[in-house]
């Protein structure tokens, strides 16, 4: 039987878990327990909503655009953290291994992220995606989903303690990141599925995001 997403990304942070300290594990679990109280996702774009138009880079430097997309049909969207989130890169290749079974419903498939679009070039090479890979520098787009917050200093602490250098990755010092919210918007702009996650270590099940297209096909 086929392992899904929820299962691999389970087994990943088990191992994830047992190669920190307790110290480690407690301000990594903190930032998201604190995260989760936050409720941000109350406050992002949900079902029923339209969708801001957007137009933003790819890995090439050129410009998508929403409207574009959604003149080719439906489209489904997933905001990830970064190349360097192992978390965002077992999504993104899940997502991939269900392209040619969104791409028979119609459908786009757009990731975004804050990285800069070279960063957004070595996540998509290294994924081996053969979709569009976006970059919101600055968290623009992002921010009116409703998605963005700021990494807790403890965390960045840690991470750059982990060799991790958000900045260079994003081009900026604000430390904000996006939820790893997934949609699946209609070709009026209009979302018709929501996978909005606190914790960063779940992700929307690439099945439940094709049955909800398929369910637009059915609906259409």
Sequence with gaps: MQTTLKEA?????????ANKTDEQNAIMANATQELIEANIAANALKVGDTIPAFTLP?????????DELLAKGPLVISFYR???CPYCNMELRALQQLLPDFEQAGAQLVAISPQTP???LNTQEKNKLAFEVLSDVGNNITRSFGLVFTMPADLQNLYD?????????NGDRTFELPMPATYV??????????????????????ADVLAALKGLTVGA
């Design 9 to 17: 990304l389970a087994a990943y942070q088990a191992k994830s878990i």
């Design 58 to 66: 790819n890995v090439k430097g050129t410009n998508t655009s929403s």
């Design 82 to 84: 970064g190349g360097w």
């Design 118 to 120: 070279d960063n957004s």
């Design 161 to 169: 303690h982990f060799g991790l250098d958000l900045p260079k990755h």
């Design 185 to 206: 918007v209609d070709k009026n702009g209009t979302i018709q599925y929501a996978f909005i996650p606190a914790d960063y270590t779940q992700r929307a099940e690439p």
